[in-house]
């Protein structure tokens, strides 16, 4: 049996036997992935691989051809997914013609607000003091997305999904998004982050998990050192 | 971790979309410019004969502001879906069809809105009968908003094609063709001397459907051309 039922609570995220086929041509899976609270994994893969479409299908945007995704033990489905997954994915959802601070207020509306922040001090902790007038279009490819970054502080969501999120920041910015998965997972979050291969994320070591398309079972490396909770 | 409420994020869209029509006010303004431009050009194609103009007003007015609803419509989705703010909207803890009847309603404020404002000047150009005039502007409120949720549904169906122009347009217009009818046939009935309130009551019945369903249909219509 697998860690699912030996954990006394259901982990955050269960993933089993998840496939997903567009037009009867497959595109990853089978996948399987258990992720608990605490924990970051790593999921590699070469271009194509579909691990964008991975993400997608772990947000609830696409349905899964076969297989589940268990949130915190329930069924995912978009109607039930209420504030538990935040997703950056390579559009980031935001409005060039808007500021910073507009962004991020119209996020905070949409989203809710996690305790004892401010749109103000999330920009101020990605580097971003100073430009909170600013319209975005001003702003480089980087700042949009510490933009967008803020944005995943700001508003509250257990289960990170991040595609690519090392994709057009310096090296401050790379130490930034580490910085920003460390504490996530310290406060009990979870994270997903997809990477072509380069690998940034330096602080601890996370789970990688290898997605090689379709066709190929998942392997899940015994490189599992995270900090969070073992469930074992 | 403390949900907003859906009130909060309905008023976060309206003050969201009211900012970047502001900011885009020069697109905003392209519908009424044209539905202007429209009307001004029939009496010089026509003739300025007043009884002619007159017998005309109320559908020239109609057929102006329909094709000003087109022009105006396909920008409706497009940026959100291009910036990946509609992925964010689908994902948000509230009811999709709530949050784009928001969208759905500020669109009608800053493309609808201003053309209702001049019709009465529109209808001065056109000789239309004073008594009338009371009777185009309630047809418009009731019109324009069903133009725009119609609208809203069948670009929710095309937006996920890269070059939908044509496809919107055919689809869209048989479905807003019954409402210029009723419309305009309200006005003609007035300016007759007949009893004009049927198609009125017709267009309001409409509408209040239309203020139910459509968010809905454009949701799940939205949904399809998200995967």
New interface residues.
Partial sequence: MNAIDLADHPPLLAVRGLAYARNDEPIFGPFDLVLDAGEVVLVEGDNGSGKTTLLKVL?????PTSGEVLLNGAPLT?AR???Q???L??????????SAL?NL???????????GITPQIALASVGLEGFEEQPLRLLSAGQKKRVALARLLLV?A?LWLLDEPYANLDREGIGLVNRLLETHARRGGAALITSHGAYAYTSGTPRRVNLRGAGTVTDVPAANDASGPDPA | ????SSA??C???V??DL??AW??RGDALNPLLFAIIVVTLFPLALGPEPALLARMAAGTIFVAVLLAALLSLDALFR?DL????L????????PLAL?LACKIAVHWLTTALPLIVIAPLLALLLYLPAPVLPVLMLALVLVTPLLSLIGAVCVALTVGMRRSGMLLTLLVLPLLVPALIFGAGACNAAQAGLPFAAPLLWLGAWLALALVLAPLATAAAL?IS??
């Fill in positions: 947000s609830g945007l696409l349905a978009l997914l209420a504030q997954v935040a997703l994915g390579h559009l980031l959802g935001l409005k060039l013609e808007l507009q207020r119209f996020a905070v509306g949409l989203g809710g607000i996690r305790p509250p257990a | 971790m403390r949900p907003g909060a994020a008023r976060a869209i003050v969201r900012a970047l900011r885009r940026s291009e910036d990946g703010s992925e964010q909207l689908v994902l948000s803890p509230h949050l949904k998200l995967t």
